[in-house]
């Protein structure tokens, strides 16, 4: 069980980690790289960044569903999960399409949109690396 916690709270803090960099450095750059290289940028992005989260996304997701399921009557690990559920939706439903339009041109608009709704995940994940360090304490 405790292999199982320290997993999960290593890749809650890897994502964690992830997207305050991605929400105070990585998006607001995109408004700075201007027009005649912003595509070639955004496609560089996207081409690269499931390989930097999805390893962490699918073992935060795994783990968190095992150790729901390992002990379904704890208010954390539900509250956890939901967060987690929530970080899917937002991007999967806010964030991959916002990049979508981003593929074909800047749009300042959209740009805007992508770094505002990104605050759900930093917040969510945040909210999720403080559950996983009690988690760890307890």
């Excluded at 996207?46 to 073992?59: E, F, N, Q, Y």
Aim: proline share 4%.
């Amino acid at each position: 069980m405790k292999v199982l916690l320290v997993v999960h709270a290593a890749a809650t803090f890897y994502m964690a980690g992830i997207i305050w960099f991605v929400q105070i450095v990585h998006y607001p750059l995109f408004g700075s790289i201007g027009e005649p290289n912003f595509i070639d940028c955004q496609r560089f992005h996207l081409s690269r960044v499931t390989w930097i989260v999805a390893p962490g996304m699918a073992a935060e997701t795994v783990t968190a569903a095992l150790l729901v399921f390992l002990h379904p009557t704890s208010l954390l690990l539900k509250l956890g999960a939901a967060l987690l559920a929530l970080i899917w939706w937002t991007t999967i439903f806010r964030q991959v399409p916002r990049h979508n339009v981003l593929a074909l041109g800047y749009n300042v608009i959209v740009h805007r949109g992508l770094v505002r709704s990104n605050w759900i995940r930093t917040c969510a994940w945040t909210l999720r690396g403080v559950i996983a360090a009690g988690l760890l304490l307890a």
